[in-house]
């Protein structure tokens, strides 16, 4: 029962008012911890609620400091939470203003790929809580539009990935910055030694909590292979997600930008919306794919590693690896996307014979093997409109097999859809988080 955490009436308010009747095991381990003041090192995916895990209790660490003076002396940045990609930060910052909306603490976020200046304002105007990529936060620093010197909390969010991108540097700079009096919550999907490490460097006698299993994908995802060479991959995608209806949704992953771009074109082509987000899109790209995909505008949204990072879409059915991921850890992480608090979910990989040796990877991190199931092959899909409403055969796939349709070998040109998005104004620079807000679908309504 959330009642019996010591969280005060106004944020117990905000979680009833989000529909949560119990707290999660990451949130029931780590919130007592977290109010008691103790540094901690979490285990915990995306998908289990480790936003609240940490968020919850910071709020109740802070609320003797909520001020409604509108001085920004009365705002210093006393809680820094920082993610690796702007998606995971922006998602963060909403699950901040949701739990905060009835107490008098600010927040805001900060991210690369947009124009810095438009950042500025919120953060003269002071915020208790602010939600940062590394990278931005440094250049404001630079820019001195913040101090980070009354810091009492740091949570480093995704804290795996953090280091998977290359931020330790920056980390280690932003570390010097904070006063050494503190509390540190790392979470983290994966305990690595490299995370081991960080936590022994800038920790002080943490406690551990352990939400899942180590390197365990979730337990009420449903996981299979088919084996199918490269060349067939998309027929049979296809007629995979037609065969669940048009409705129904998926997260498609690839390795690279480019193999997630010519995906979501290949698939639109096929009559499926599909759309794209990977690190050559701009921010407002990515917000608008992101943005359709949760209205259901778009059946498939194609996404690489780094993009579908912090990603929280409720109630994502399935997640397809289109391609297996280089390392065997980001598999754990993509079908995490799906199966989140407590739903079902299903995650199905498209293996050629040249993934075999990334697939026994996969095999070896969670402990168990896949059945090499095969999967029989359409190309007539994109041929036969009849086939989109066609009944789906036993697993969803076509058992036909057609030679190569000479289209897959013609070179990639943007879509009309993927231009027209290039083409959009871009942000308003007065309201630069409104508009984030906007797009989210999500108004940020603070009482
Ligand atoms: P996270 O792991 O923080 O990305 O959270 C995953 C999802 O779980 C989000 O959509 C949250 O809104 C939801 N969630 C978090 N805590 C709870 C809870 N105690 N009960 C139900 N849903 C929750």
């Not at 250049?139 to 290359?166: C, P």
């Not at 505008?297 to 280089?326: C, F, H, M, S, W």
Request: charged share 25%.
């Amino acid at each position: 029962m959330f009642s019996s955490l010591n969280l005060d009436p106004q944020i117990l308010r905000a979680i009833e008012e989000e529909g949560y009747t119990e707290p999660t095991p990451v949130q029931a381990q780590a919130i007592p911890h977290v109010l008691a003041g103790r540094d901690l090192m979490a285990m915990a995916q995306t998908g289990t609620g480790k936003t609240a895990a940490f968020t919850l209790p910071l709020l109740q660490r802070l609320l003797p400091h909520a001020s409604t003076s509108a001085s920004p002396a009365r705002h210093p940045v006393r809680a820094l939470i920082l993610a690796p990609t702007r998606e995971l930060a922006i998602q963060v910052e909403e699950s901040v203003e949701t739990y905060s909306r009835h107490v008098p603490l600010r927040s805001t976020v900060v991210f690369g790929g947009i124009d810095i200046k438009t950042q500025k304002p919120a953060l003269m105007k002071g915020v208790e809580i602010l939600v940062a990529t590394p990278g931005r936060l440094l250049d404001h620093v630079e820019s001195k539009n913040l101090m980070l010197n009354q810091v009492q909390v740091l949570i480093l969010d995704e804290a795996d990935r953090m280091l998977d991108m290359g931020f330790m540097p920056d980390l280690k700079r932003i570390l010097t910055l904070l006063p050494k009096q503190r509390q540190t919550l790392l979470f983290s999907a994966t305990f690595s030694d490299d995370i081991k490490k960080l936590a022994h460097d800038f920790l002080v006698n943490p406690i551990t909590v352990e939400a899942e299993r180590r390197n365990t994908a979730a337990a009420n995802v449903i996981q299979s292979v088919l084996m199918v060479d490269q060349d067939n991959k998309l027929g049979v995608l296809a007629d995979l997600l037609r065969s669940r209806g048009l409705g129904s949704q998926a997260l498609v992953f690839t390795r690279t930008k480019l193999a997630a771009a010519r995906l979501a074109r290949k698939l639109d082509r096929e009559g499926i919306p599909s759309d794209a987000i990977h690190g050559d899109k701009t921010q407002l790209e990515r917000i608008k794919a992101l943005d359709a995909f949760k209205e259901g505008k778009i059946t498939a949204l194609v996404a690489t590693d780094v993009a579908a990072r912090g990603l929280d879409i409720d109630q994502l059915p399935l997640v397809v690896n289109y391609e297996l991921p280089t390392n065997a850890e980001d598999y754990v992480h993509r079908i995490g996307r799906t199966g989140r608090a407590g739903a079902s979910g299903e995650a199905i990989s498209l293996v050629g014979g040249e993934e075999e040796r990334r697939l026994v990877e996969i095999e070896k991190l969670l402990k168990r093997s896949f059945p090499r199931e095969r999967a029989a092959v359409s190309h007539s899909s994109r041929a036969s409109s009849s086939h989109r409403a066609a009944k789906p055969a036993a697993h969803g796939y076509v058992k036909k097999n057609v030679p190569v349709d000479d289209w897959f070998l013609k070179p990639y040109e943007p879509s009309p859809a993927a231009a027209k998005i290039a083409e959009q104004p871009s942000f308003n620079p007065d309201k630069p988080k409104k508009q984030i807000a906007a797009l989210l679908c999500r108004s940020p309504a603070k009482n």
